[in-house]
């Protein structure tokens, strides 16, 4: 049998394994909270989304920069607003960067990316990115070619 | 009240009325509730045997429950080419579901049943009245810590099976089929939310975890003092934790999504 005093230290070494456990699964398996306090937020609004989601990533280059925080129908213009969250560390992106939604792979998740443009000015938290292209939705794609290659067999 | 005669009017008030006498109990041991430095040893010793020592099931079962998920969604994913997806159902499996539902049963099987026949034998060789005797409250004493111990224990045993299950993951997913870790990890860190995914299955093991013990303490306190009564109540601890974890785990599920 063992001591109390053993028993509550091991007890107590116990309920700090858990705690690391904790620890190392917040920081190393999930997003971390993501970037929501560590962050800058950008509007930019899109005719049409496609199917970007929220907590859908921004991305640079290919190298993930943010994730999309909300995505609302503005009321007056009809168009969609993205509201997205960069991180800290990309505080110098130019004022005339431009955002496009784009698909990875081919079934891939739908995100957004930015294009960075050549202003002196940088974009500062709650400005508005103003050249944005809409989702490629797939059904206008197929109507567009089927319209122009039927046309050119007329003629 | 006047109780009904007939058989099935019977088959369904004696769960019901059973319920009751649980809840009661619960309410019971709450209203004597009482802090003190006795009581919070008592609490950390209880810790210890219902916690520390279901660590080895916990961390064996665990480790196998990674592997054969990680063989089965490899298994079946990579069929639609979607291989490197492996880590985000298994971390989202686990987090949500299996790590506290899996936890909360074994820890039934390992430490529910032992506070059951522990508390049903006291009963059955009148220790209990014999603490009332020397004027301790039997509730507080033998009761509070292990209601309190499970609620504490149960989170700590359910990151432990999360830790050791992921390992189990990665063990299969990245040694055995050589898929790439740096992928495997920022996939899962892309898709898990911590707060929706990984704190909500880890309130999901507080709620376990007091919903265990209470069973496990209750079916000993109100166990028959005789040899098949705490061979009935044990049992009962086992069958009724496993039906109310997945009950419960169903509802609390709906809420959180």
Redesign the interface.
């Known amino acids: 049998m063992k001591s ?1 005093h053993q ?2 230290f ?6 700090l ?3 690391a ?2 620890v ?3 920081l ?7 970037l929501k306090d560590g962050g800058y937020r950008v509007v930019a609004d899109f005719s049409n989304v496609g199917g970007l989601k929220a ?1 859908a ?1 921004v991305s640079l280059g290919g190298v ?1 920069v943010g994730s999309v925080e909300s995505i609302d129908l503005d009321p007056e213009t009809f168009s969609a607003r993205v509201v997205m969250i960069i991180g800290d560390r990309f505080r110098t992106l130019p004022e005339d960067t431009s955002a496009s939604i784009l698909t990875s792979g081919i079934l891939g998740d739908q995100y957004i990316g930015l294009e960075p443009g050549g202003a002196p000015d940088m974009l500062k938290d709650g400005d508005k990115i103003m050249i944005t292209q809409s989702a490629l939705v797939l059904e206008q794609l197929i109507s567009r070619f089927l319209f122009n290659s039927g046309g050119e067999q007329k003629k | 009240m006047t109780m009904p005669s007939s058989l099935g009017g019977r088959l369904l008030a004696e769960p019901i009325r059973e319920f009751g006498r649980a809840g009661i109990f619960l309410v019971t041991a709450f209203a004597r509730m009482r802090f003190g430095p006795l009581q919070l ?1 008592e609490i ?2 209880q ?2 045997f219902v ?2 020592r279901s ?1 080895v099931i916990i961390v064996i079962c665990g480790f196998f429950v990674g592997l054969v998920l990680t063989l089965q969604t490899h298994d079946t994913l990579t069929r639609f080419g979607a291989g490197d997806s492996v880590s985000t159902v298994l ?1 989202l499996s686990l ?1 949500r579901e299996l790590a506290p539902v899996l936890t909360a049963i074994l820890f039934a099987g390992r430490a529910g049943t032992s506070i059951t026949a522990e508390i049903g034998l006291m009963k059955a060789t009148e220790q209990l009245d014999a603490l009332d005797l020397m004027a301790i409250d039997p509730m507080e004493r033998i009761v509070q810590p292990r209601l309190l111990a499970g609620v ?2 149960v ?3 359910v ?2 099976f ?2 050791t299950a ?1 390992l189990g993951g990665v063990f299969f997913s990245v040694y055995m089929m050589g898929s790439d870790p740096i992928v495997f ?1 920022s996939n ?8 929706k ?2 704190m909500g299955g ?1 309130m999901k093991g507080v709620v376990f975890g007091f919903l265990v013990s209470w069973l496990a303490v209750y079916f000993g306190w109100s166990a028959k003092p005789t040899s098949e009564g705490v061979a009935l109540a044990t049992t009962q601890t086992v069958i009724t934790s496993a039906i109310a974890v997945l009950l419960i785990d169903f509802v609390l599920s709906a809420f959180m999504l």
């Open positions: 109390s028993i509550e091991t007890a107590g070494l116990f309920l394994l858990g705690i456990a904790l190392f699964l917040a190393h398996a999930t997003d971390g909270g993501a907590r990533n993930r | 040893g950390l010793r810790v210890y916690g520390a660590l971390a987090f504490l224990a989170p700590a045993l990151l432990v999360n830790v992921l990890w899962m860190q892309a898709s898990v939310e911590l707060m995914d990984f880890l």
